[in-house]
C-alpha cells in the first residue's frame, strides 16, 4: 500500500503544476509496509510538503529498485529521498542519474558503496540479527526463493525495545517477508557519492550495528545526528526523523558531497565467505518493523 500526500502541489500559469517545495518519498524496509512512516508523514504534511510513501515490493535490491526510480519518474519537480534500513539499499540505487533527486536521508539504514550489499556490511559490522531470522522456501511464478521472517520471539529485544510488547506482538504476525536477494545482490550505484546525504544513526539498534551505520555515514560525508532509538526510529521518534528530513529539504542547493567518483574499497573476503540461507541470517537491513497504524501517537 502506498501513501500519498494530501497535500496538492499549486498549478503553474502553463497550466502545468510547480512546486516551492520538494515532495518527500520515504521508502521503507523490510518486514514492513508504508504505514511504518504515518508518524512523519503527517508531521511533513502539516508543514505544507507533498509526501509520498511507495509500497516496496522487497523482492531483491535489482527489482525493488528499479520499482522506486519508476515511482520517482511520476513525480513533477524536486525530490527529498528518504529510506530506513533497507530503504537506504534502495534510495542509493534509485537516485542514481536522477537530477531532481536534490538529497537523500538514512535512518538507522544500509548505504552501500557499489559492490557491496547486506551481507558484506553485516560481516564486517556484526548484531544481533542473525539470531532473530527464519528463512522460508518459496516459489512464484516458476521461481524458487527464499523469504526470511523473523522470529516472534525475539522480535521486540532486537527491532523495536523501545516500543511496547502489545505492539511488537502485532508486527511479529503482520510482517512481510523479505527476500533473501534483496541483501545478496550487489549494489551497482551509490548516489551519495554525487549526491548530499543526511544520516540518522540509532545508538540502540540491534539490527543494524551501529557502528555501521557511523562507518556509511562517515564514509559519505553525510550530515549525522544520534539518537537513543531502537531500529525503528520512525515510528518511535517521528519528530527526530522529521526534523532531519526537513534540514535536507531546506538545505541549500549548492551543498555537495566531497567524494571521489569511483566506489569505496571494501572486504572482500567478508563478502565471499557468507553463503547461502545461513549468510542471509546475517543481514543487517533489515527494515522497520511496523503497524504504526495501530500504533499513531498523538502529535504535538
Not at 61 to 85: C, E, F, M, R, T
Not at 133 to 162: C, E
Not at 259 to 267: E, K, M, Y
Amino acid at each position: 500500500m502506498a501513501l500519498y500526500s494530501s497535500v496538492a502541489p499549486p498549478a503553474a500559469a502553463d497550466g502545468g503544476t510547480t512546486t516551492t517545495k520538494p515532495t518527500i518519498v520515504l521508502v521503507h524496509g523490510a518486514f514492513a509496509d508504508a504505514s511504518s512512516w504515518n508518524g512523519v508523514a503527517e508531521r511533513l504534511e502539516r508543514r505544507g510538503y507533498a509526501v509520498m510513501a511507495p509500497a516496496n515490493p522487497l523482492r531483491g535490491l535489482y527489482n525493488d529498485s528499479s520499482y522506486i526510480a519508476s515511482v520517482l519518474d511520476s513525480i513533477k519537480g524536486p525530490i527529498v529521498l528518504v529510506g530506513h534500513s533497507y530503504g537506504g539499499s534502495l534510495i542509493s540505487s534509485a537516485a542514481a542519474g536522477n537530477p531532481r533527486v536534490k538529497s537523500l536521508v538514512y535512518v538507522s539504514a544500509l548505504m552501500p558503496d557499489v559492490g557491496e550489499n547486506g551481507m558484506s556490511l553485516a560481516a564486517r559490522f556484526p548484531s544481533e540479527l542473525g539470531t532473530a531470522t527464519r528463512s522460508v522456501p518459496y516459489q512464484a511464478d516458476g521461481v524458487n526463493g527464499t523469504d526470511l521472517y523473523l522470529k516472534p520471539d525475539r522480535l521486540h529485544q532486537v527491532f523495536a525495545a523501545d516500543l511496547p510488547e502489545s505492539a511488537t506482538s502485532l508486527m511479529a504476525v503482520t510482517q512481510r517477508p523479505v527476500a533473501t536477494t534483496a541483501f545478496s545482490e550487489k549494489a551497482t550505484a551509490a548516489a551519495w557519492r554525487h549526491i548530499p546525504s543526511w544520516f540518522l544513526v540509532a545508538k540502540q539498534d540491534k539490527t543494524i550495528n551501529p557502528d555501521q551505520e557511523r562507518f556509511e555515514a562517515k564514509r559519505a560525508g553525510s550530515h549525522t545526528v544520534e539518537i537513543d532509538s531502537s531500529h525503528v526510529a520512525m515510528i518511535s521518534h517521528p519528530e527526530e526523523v522529521t526534523d532531519l528530513v526537513l534540514q535536507a529539504a531546506t538545505a541549500d542547493d549548492s551543498v555537495r558531497p566531497s567524494l571521489p567518483a569511483t566506489g569505496a574499497s571494501h572486504d572482500s573476503r567478508a563478502a565471499t565467505a557468507l553463503t547461502g540461507i545461513a549468510a542471509a541470517s546475517l543481514i543487517a537491513g533489515a527494515g522497520a518493523l511496523f503497524l504504526s497504524r495501530r500504533l499513531r501517537r498523538s502529535t504535538p
